[in-house]
Structure formats: structure tokens, C-alpha cells
């Protein structure tokens, strides 16, 4: 089992930046990526940045450029880095660990979310 506990949400103004905060803890060897996903309301769910454990990212077309997602192995804690901010972020984000099942990643565990306001 790994637990995720998220951290770093808030309300912040267009143009600003936050850093959201996932620690992960229980069985983190077990961990083949790590994502930040969002769902804001009435939307489903998006996959906003993913970190392998070899070190590679991919990203949401829609935030390219302006989001970062990063890790801390000695803290077992994995960031994404939201600059530039648009009310179009406005979302519930969560961090979700992917393990390996049949060989394939998914994204098995997930935080509780936190919330991102950007005001129009």
C-alpha cells in the first residue's frame, strides 16, 4: 500500500505560481510514476504532469511551459511547480502513485486533492 498526502493549494491571483507537495509513504518501492491529475467541476478528470522512476515527464498540452513537476528522493516527495496561472487551472488536484500491473502503469493510489483557485 502507499499513502499520498497532498499539500500547497490555495487561491492565487492570474499570473501568479504555487507549488503543490505530494510525500508518499508504505511500499514507495513499488512506485513506477507519479502524477499530478486535476478535475475541475463538471470536467473529468486530466492528467496534468507525470514523472517516471527513470526521470522522464510528459505534460498536459495546456500547461507546457508553465508547470513543472519534480521529485525529492530523500523526502519521498514529489512537487509540481505551477507558474503563470490562469483561471483555466482552477481545479481539485491530485497526486497519484502508478505501479506495475500485467506490466503496465496505473495509477493505483491516489491523494486526497487539493484545491487550486484562480480567480477570473
Known amino acids: 500500500q502507499v499513502q499520498l498526502v497532498e499539500s500547497g493549494g490555495g487561491l492565487v491571483q492570474a499570473g501568479g505560481s504555487l507549488r503543490l507537495s505530494c510525500a508518499a509513504s508504505?511500499?514507495?518501492?513499488?512506485?513506477?510514476?507519479m502524477g499530478w491529475y486535476r478535475q475541475a467541476p463538471g470536467k473529468q478528470r486530466e492528467l496534468v504532469a507525470a514523472l517516471t522512476s527513470g526521470g522522464s515527464t510528459n505534460y498536459a498540452d495546456s500547461v507546457k511551459g508553465r508547470f513543472t513537476i519534480s521529485r525529492d528522493n530523500a523526502k519521498n516527495t514529489v512537487y509540481l511547480q505551477m507558474n503563470s496561472l490562469k483561471p483555466e487551472d482552477t481545479a481539485v488536484y491530485y497526486c497519484a502513485a502508478a505501479v506495475l500491473i500485467e506490466g503496465k502503469p496505473i495509477y493505483d493510489y491516489w491523494g486526497q486533492g487539493t484545491q487550486v483557485t484562480v480567480p477570473s
Open positions: 508504505g511500499s514507495i518501492f513499488s512506485i513506477n510514476a
